[in-house]
């Protein structure tokens, strides 16, 4: 990437290592690359293996984040920056298992069945405002949240088809230096660029999860 060039995010991606998605890590990393984006996290439901997968066979320029998205008692909650595989449900315990591989702690879409108690929200690092499969108005009821207490924003298109890609994006002013990576999410201002994908696209990631569950797919 060029110095001076802004940075285009989209963090919360499934592969078809979730058993709700059929896209392949070679096709992220394709449809990543013809959006225009420069980082993307692959955020599988307990697995970073689509993410290992995406970052051992990427030969571009795109910078692959290795996560995982885990569903507790309080919700669902990513981490990002994983090499290793976490299998706890608990929440607390997954809080220090990423911590322990020195990632962060994301919390997406906050307003879709989440407990937001106070002692889960403090261990938050990030917390998605856009998710482009939700309504408009917990999107804004999400960032208002994010003011409150003084976290991070960041987005995603939560992106389970291969079209989704980069509907929920992030601008960052700022040139990609993978080492200040964490840092950047963390301090950076940004912009949100999101086109919402429709309640459509969650009906049919479902559909793919019964047809793989009976084993059809």
Same mark, same amino acid.
């Given at each position: 990437?060029?110095?001076?060039?802004?940075?285009?995010?989209?963090?919360?991606?499934?592969?078809?290592?979730?058993?709700?998605?059929?896209?392949?890590?070679?096709?992220?990393?394709?449809?990543?690359?013809?959006?225009?984006?420069?980082?993307?996290?692959?955020?599988?439901?307990?697995?970073?293996?689509?993410?290992?997968?995406?970052?051992?066979? !990427?030969?571009? !320029?795109?910078?692959?984040?290795?996560?995982?998205?885990?569903?507790?008692?309080?919700?669902?909650?990513?981490?990002?920056?994983?090499?290793?595989?976490?299998?706890?449900? !608990?929440?607390?315990?997954?809080?220090?298992?990423?911590?322990?591989?020195?990632?962060?702690?994301?919390?997406?879409?906050?307003?879709?069945?989440?407990?937001?108690?106070?002692?889960?929200?403090?261990?938050?690092?990030?917390?998605?405002?856009? !998710?482009?499969?939700?309504?408009?108005?917990?999107?804004?009821?999400?960032?208002?949240?994010?003011?409150?207490?003084?976290?991070?924003?960041?987005?995603?298109?939560?992106?389970?088809?291969?079209?989704?890609?980069?509907?929920?994006?992030?601008?960052?002013?700022?040139?990609?230096?993978?080492?200040?990576?964490?840092?950047?999410?963390?301090?950076?201002?940004?912009?949100?660029?999101?086109?919402?994908?429709?309640?459509?696209?969650?009906?049919?990631?479902?559909?793919?999860?019964?047809?793989?569950?009976?084993?059809?797919?």
């Amino acid at each position: 990437m060029e110095k001076g060039e802004s940075l285009y995010l989209d963090l919360h991606i499934h592969s078809s290592y979730s058993k709700d998605s059929l896209q392949s890590p070679e096709k992220i990393i394709e449809m990543s690359l013809k959006k225009g984006l420069s980082v993307i996290a692959i955020v599988d439901h307990d697995s970073i293996s689509g993410g290992l997968k995406a970052r051992e066979i !990427n030969k571009s !320029n795109l910078e692959i984040i290795v996560g995982l998205e885990v569903k507790t008692e309080f919700g669902d909650v990513i981490g990002l920056f994983l090499e290793k595989g976490i299998q706890t449900k !608990n929440f607390f315990e997954l809080v220090s298992e990423i911590k322990k591989q020195d990632g962060l702690v994301m919390l997406p879409h906050p307003y879709k069945k989440h407990k937001l108690e106070k002692r889960f929200l403090e261990k938050v690092d990030l917390l998605e405002v856009y !998710n482009s499969r939700l309504k408009q108005s917990l999107n804004i009821k999400a960032l208002n949240l994010s003011k409150e207490l003084s976290l991070p924003q960041v987005s995603g298109s939560d992106a389970h088809f291969p079209w989704e890609i980069g509907r929920g994006r992030m601008k960052i002013k700022k040139p990609l230096n993978p080492l200040d990576l964490k840092k950047i999410l963390l301090s950076e201002e940004r912009e949100f660029i999101v086109k919402q994908t429709g309640f459509f696209w969650e009906l049919a990631s479902q559909c793919v999860k019964y047809l793989k569950k009976s084993q059809i797919l």
